[in-house]
């Protein structure tokens, strides 16, 4: 039986962490406290995040641009903030379908209220360790005969190997349910010592960091588009990414992001 999480605002909250990070407005007390302590070890956690949603942009537009993918199901989605995926799916194809899931109430409340705001948009409460459910709930708004790309941005790595919530099995789960010419886009944190050290202040959730060898066998079943699985900053940059400021340190963007084809 998969146990969703209760909004507490006394206790720090993966989705709402994420949200101070990029500058949003949705968090609580304890999740600024959280945040100092996490950005007093690595001051430039928040520019991960913030190259974490440019690289979602980036690989959105591709997909609904480059790929004419339209159809989206986006796992673990968050706290609605500035470029949401349907905006930029349906920027490129109006009629694009977009499906959010994420398991967090305080982020369902939002984005029914701010991301659902057009007919083919939708909202499901879905919890990926039920990779099941969130396909039966989706068959309902996509149709799966044709091409879905599925997007796992930031959340793989509150996942441990092994068990019965293993990672590698829910995502060839989804992978499997796919048609050919379906793609897959992922981020996930690496195992850089700074990084670890910085997830010793982090209680949300127990980080599970994987190297370039750890993320790869994600994208089993598909063929990495270019330029593969690289860090997020190395994956097809574009002028997009001025929307953000750009005037934090340069430090290596410690995390991998990468978009696989199903043949
Ligand atoms: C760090 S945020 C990333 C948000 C967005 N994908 C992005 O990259 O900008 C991770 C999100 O995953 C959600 N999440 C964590 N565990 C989940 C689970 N087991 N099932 C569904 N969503 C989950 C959290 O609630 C949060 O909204």
Redesign the pocket.
């Known amino acids: 039986m998969v146990r969703a999480p209760h909004f507490d605002p006394s206790r720090p909250n993966?989705?709402r962490i994420?949200d101070y990070f990029l500058g949003g407005k949705d968090h609580c007390r304890a999740d600024r406290e959280q945040a100092a302590k996490i950005i007093a070890i690595a001051p430039y956690v928040p520019r991960l995040a913030v190259a974490?949603?440019t690289f979602?942009g980036r690989v959105v537009r591709y997909l609904a641009k480059e790929a004419g993918v339209r159809q989206f199901l986006?796992?673990?989605?968050?706290?609605p903030t500035r470029q949401n995926v349907h905006e930029i799916a349906q920027e490129a194809n109006a009629d694009a379908r977009v499906v959010y899931?994420?398991?967090?109430p305080l982020?369902l409340v939002h984005a029914r209220a701010l991301l659902a705001t057009t007919p083919t948009t939708h909202v499901i409460d879905?919890?990926?360790?039920d990779s099941g459910r969130i396909l039966g709930e989706a068959s309902r708004f996509l149709d799966f005969s044709q091409p879905i790309a599925v997007l796992l941005?930031?959340?793989l790595h509150?996942f441990p190997d092994g068990g019965e919530h293993d990672p590698y099995r829910i995502v060839s789960t989804l992978t499997d349910s796919l048609a050919p010419g379906s793609y897959l886009a992922i981020?996930h944190v690496e195992p850089a010592p700074a990084m670890i050290e910085a997830a010793g202040a982090y209680t949300a959730a127990d980080v599970a960091f994987r190297d370039h060898h750890g993320v790869l066998p994600f994208f089993n079943g598909t063929t990495l588009v270019e330029p593969g699985l690289v860090r997020l900053n190395e994956w097809r940059p574009d002028d997009h990414d001025s929307i953000y400021p750009s005037d934090w340190p340069d430090v290596p963007v410690w995390v991998l992001g990468g978009v696989g084809r199903k043949p």
């Open positions: 993966i989705a994420y974490n949603r979602l986006d796992i673990g989605s968050g706290l899931v994420d398991n967090d982020v879905g919890d990926l360790r941005f930031a959340i509150f981020s």
